[in-house]
């Protein structure tokens, strides 16, 4: 299968791109914005200020690129725990994310201008009710699209199967994101699966599969914005595959040295999606150093706010941690939660 691609490892534009030089420009401090967010949650994570952190540098232009097609208030965005960039680029306040990888339930409550599912941590469950959502929004004629992100290993489960069976079957209007990016923790893609690329098995499904270079933002925006404007027009879902690669480890807890090469790290390290990206604006003369200067004072500035807005939160309350689980209780359930709040 071809690979949708517009910038070589470089970042210099292989042809004409199908994005307006505003587009480019958005799209950069997009990546910037996410990875300064990244970098900094590392850092509080050691200093113990976060709960386990499940980074994604790498990975920021397979989100962001499929994000920026989207509208908050009216798509939807069902993440897996890796997907913090299309949270951020979604429009989730940081402040929020920050609570969220406290494992503090204020971080799970949503703000309602924000259609986004809370990060899913068993993997594929957000398949389903991914194509469930989307089947919803068809049926209410809304012209809303629903994108779901899997990781390769995630495309193993079984509701990885049913959830696009179902969406193929009746033409919701869903983008599956899959970001293979070599690992399922330690697993590699080859001991995964047979088939060299996890868009062929979009074939089973009788939907198209696109195979992207998931480190080149203007392909994936550019491959996403198809599907999207597809699935709108009633054509029913598209399987995204983004190749990219997980730099950082699986979680703060990991230690890929156990498992893969500081070569093959090293050498996708050189593909740096944002390198690539800041490389295709300087060769287009729309970027130059005094705007990266300025970029980064401003997102620096950006996430030290977040972090004392997160900071100034209530410490949470013990039933907090239910308090979004259940639409209604059983009465033991409502006993338990009872007891927690110290009411009888
Ligand atoms: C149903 C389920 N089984 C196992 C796990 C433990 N687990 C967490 S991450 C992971 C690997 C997932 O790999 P992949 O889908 O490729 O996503 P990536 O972490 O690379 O983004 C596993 C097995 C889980 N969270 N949920």
Not at 80 to 101: C, D, N, Q, V
Not at 270 to 278: E, F, G, S, V
Request: charged share 25%; proline share 6%.
């Amino acid at each position: 299968m071809d690979t949708v691609q517009y910038l070589d490892d470089h970042g210099k534009p292989l042809r004409d791109l199908p994005l307006s030089n505003e587009e480019l420009l958005q799209g950069y401090r997009a990546l910037c914005r996410a990875r300064q967010f990244d970098e900094r949650a590392l850092v509080l994570q050691r200093q113990g200020r976060l709960g386990v952190y499940p980074p994604f540098r790498g990975q920021e232009a397979a989100q962001v690129g499929v994000t920026l097609c989207l509208e908050a208030s009216k798509d939807w965005l069902c993440p897996s725990y890796r997907e913090t960039a299309a949270a951020i680029t979604f429009g989730m306040p940081l402040s929020k994310l920050i609570l969220s990888w406290r494992a503090d339930p204020a971080g799970w409550r949503i703000p309602d201008s924000v259609n986004m599912i809370q990060f899913y941590i068993p993997i594929a469950t957000q398949i389903p009710q991914a194509a469930g959502l989307a089947h919803a929004e068809r049926l209410k004629g809304s012209g809303a699209v629903v994108a779901a992100f899997i990781g390769d290993g995630g495309t193993s489960e079984g509701d990885f199967h049913e959830g696009l069976n179902f969406a193929s079957v009746f033409d919701a209007p869903l983008l599956i994101v899959v970001q293979n990016n070599g690992w399922a923790i330690s697993v590699p893609t080859k001991k995964q699966m047979k088939v060299q690329r996890v868009a062929l098995k979009a074939q089973g499904y009788g939907i198209p599969g696109v195979v992207v270079d998931g480190n080149d933002l203007v392909a994936v925006w550019s491959a996403a914005r198809e599907a999207a404007a597809r699935a709108r027009n009633g054509e029913g879902p598209t399987l995204i595959e983004a190749i990219t690669y997980r730099v950082a480890p699986h979680t703060s807890s990991d230690d890929p040295g156990r498992y893969r090469t500081e070569e093959e790290t090293e050498r996708w390290i050189r593909r740096d999606p944002i390198l690539r990206m800041k490389n295709c604006l300087t060769h287009l003369e729309l970027w130059s150093e005094n705007q990266e200067a300025e970029l980064t004072e401003e997102l620096e500035g950006e996430f030290l706010a977040a972090v004392e807005e997160a900071d100034q939160a209530p410490a949470p309350r013990p039933w907090e941690i239910v308090e979004q689980v259940y639409a209604e209780m059983h009465a033991d359930q409502q006993a338990a939660w009872n007891y927690l709040r110290g009411e009888p």
